[in-house]
């Protein structure tokens, strides 16, 4: 298995941790008996979870683009437009 496909899997993992951690936060939610210590700390979980995926996925993304992207100065404008939309919503 290439290094590539490793690298997704460990993504696709992390994603379907996440997804697992909503469907659990949106049964909790729906249930009758809410509660309310375990939606926050489902929340916390998934929160914290998808935060370290966009980690993950941007370092990823920036390995390749430096690998494939002879051009610093369109590599430093993709930077920033990633930059920007990441923390500027």
Partial sequence: M???KDNNSDLLNRLNRI???IEA???TVQSDELDCMKS???LKAATNALKKFGEAY???HLAEC???KGNINEMEKDL???ISSSFFL
Wanted: charged share 35%; net charge positive.
């Fill in 25 to 27: 936060l949106k049964k």
């Fill in 2 to 4: 290439s290094a590539t």
């Fill in 40 to 42: 926050m700390q489902l």
């Fill in 66 to 68: 430096m690998r494939k």
């Fill in 19 to 21: 997804q697992g951690q």
């Fill in 80 to 82: 920033r437009d990633v």
């Fill in 58 to 60: 941007v370092s990823k």
